[in-house]
Every structure is written in C-alpha cells, then in structure tokens.
C-alpha cells in the first residue's frame, strides 16, 4: 500500500514539475508585436503603437533585396530606446508567397529564437499590419506556433491622403473599391465599371494602363495622385494624364470617383 502511494506521489511530482517548467518557459517567452507605423508622418503613429516600440526588446526591419534601409524604421525612429536591437530581414517581393519559402523560414527561425530566448519582438510595417502587408505573411508563419502575437492597427495610406488633400474617401451610398493595380487587367475593368469611388494601390508598375483605364471609366477628372504621402519627398499630382508616364515611386497611392 505504502509502496504504490510511493509511485501516485512521484508520477504527481513529476507530473508538477512538468508543468511548473512549461508554465515558466511560457513566461519567459516574448511576445510578437506586429505594428503598423502609418503612412509617413511619425505624429500619426497610434499611442497603442508607441507603447509597444518601447516595450520591445527588438525591433525586426523589413526591407527589399534591392534597399538600404527600411522606411517603417525610419518613422519609428523618435520612438526607438538607446539599446534597443535592431534585426535588418530581407523579404523577397514575389507575386506568389509558395514560390520562395527559404528566405521567409529563415526568418520565421530567427524571430523564433529572439522569442524563444525571453525577448519581445517588434515587426513594424507601413500603413495597417493586416492591409496589402508583409506582416500577413510573417503572421500566418507564426500563428500556429504558439506564439503571443499583438497586432496594432495603423493608418493606411489612402486614410492618410484622403486628409492631406482634402477629399472625402467615400460618402452616402457610394460604393469604394480598394484595387491592388498590380491586379489582372480584367479585374480591373470590372471593378472600375461598377465603382463611385476607388482606392488603387500598388500603381508604380503600370501607371500609364490605370490611368487610362481610369480615363475610360470617367475617373480621372477627380482623381489625385500622391507618392510617400506624410514624408519629406511627398508628392502630390492632379493631372494624371500629364504624368501617365513618369515613372513612379512604390509608395503611390491613387484616390479618386466617377465624375
């Protein structure tokens, strides 16, 4: 009798002790902030958002094979600690996120580690974290790993512009289409068809086809064009057709309704 409440006793402690090392590798672990910084302007960051760059341990700065640098650091910058750590990843730009895992694993282990070992890591993103961002697809590499994720909402460019020039984004019953321009053309068409109001994103690689498209669907008398809005080297343009074929900044953001 004495010898099997021996046993019940050590499978009990053992059982405890189990859980009492995975409770504190739970807590020692960080936590994943995923955080939109804005359009541009430092002041437009959320104060949720602001809080979380503090808090953070590290801070993770995508950027392209083909930049120096990182845009959403740089609007984050005002709100960095001395020590904090900053973690430079590369994310390649492809139209189909299965077409090149490698980079994105290894980046998806390294902020692992970072978590793993008991820091809390900070991604920030332009615009909103879950809107046309990279952040989507880091988030769906750590969803499943029983990871703490925060995402902070922030403000996307189009809100952004709407403001800075003045123009209503989308009023009474009018129906607003948000249209990636890197999207098929026939897609396109069809959406600008039934659209009172459109948001094209992504315009920098076919401008001159969208603006025309726009033209045909009589949206370009109202449209306005503006690139990097909220930064030093903003960019504002009204007549679109007299720059259908300048060549335009990634950041550039179409606004506009049927006339």
């Keep these: 009798m004495r010898e099997g409440f021996s046993f019940?006793?050590?499978?009990h402690l053992r059982e405890s002790m189990s859980i009492f090392l995975q409770r504190k590798e739970d807590h020692m672990r960080g936590t994943?902030?995923?955080i939109?910084?804005?359009p541009g302007d430092p002041e437009l960051l959320t104060v949720k958002a602001i809080k979380a760059i503090e808090a953070a341990d590290v801070l993770i700065a995508p950027k392209t094979e083909k930049k120096e640098g990182s845009v959403a650091l740089e609007i984050a910058r005002p709100y960095l600690k001395d020590d904090i750590e900053i973690v430079?990843?590369?994310f390649?730009?492809?139209?189909?996120f299965a077409e090149d895992t490698g980079a994105w694993e290894a980046n998806k282990a390294e902020i692992l580690a970072l978590l793993n070992a008991g820091k809390n890591v900070a991604f920030l993103t332009l615009g909103d974290p879950m809107f046309y961002s990279t952040y989507i697809y880091v988030f769906r590499l750590?969803?499943?790993e029983d990871v703490d994720i925060v995402t902070i909402p922030g403000i996307p460019a189009f809100a952004?512009?709407?403001s800075r020039v003045g123009r209503p984004i989308v009023e009474g019953n009018d129906i607003l289409a948000i249209i990636p321009g890197t999207a098929d053309k026939k897609h396109l068409e069809e959406v600008m068809a039934v659209a009172s109001s459109a948001v094209v994103m992504k315009v920098y690689h076919n401008?001159?086809?969208?603006?025309?498209l726009l033209r045909r669907n009589n949206m370009t008398k109202e449209a306005v064009l503006v690139s990097r809005v909220g930064l030093d080297d903003e960019r504002i343009i009204h007549d679109l057709e007299a720059h259908a074929d300048e060549k335009l900044n990634y950041l550039s953001t179409i606004l506009t309704r049927r006339s």
């Design 32 to 34: 994943f902030y995923g």
């Design 8 to 11: 019940a006793l050590f499978f």
């Design 207 to 212: 401008s001159a086809e969208i603006i025309d």
């Design 36 to 38: 939109g910084v804005g």
């Design 160 to 162: 952004a512009i709407g």
């Design 88 to 90: 430079y990843q590369v």
């Design 142 to 144: 750590l969803e499943h």
């Design 92 to 96: 390649p730009m492809v139209k189909d």
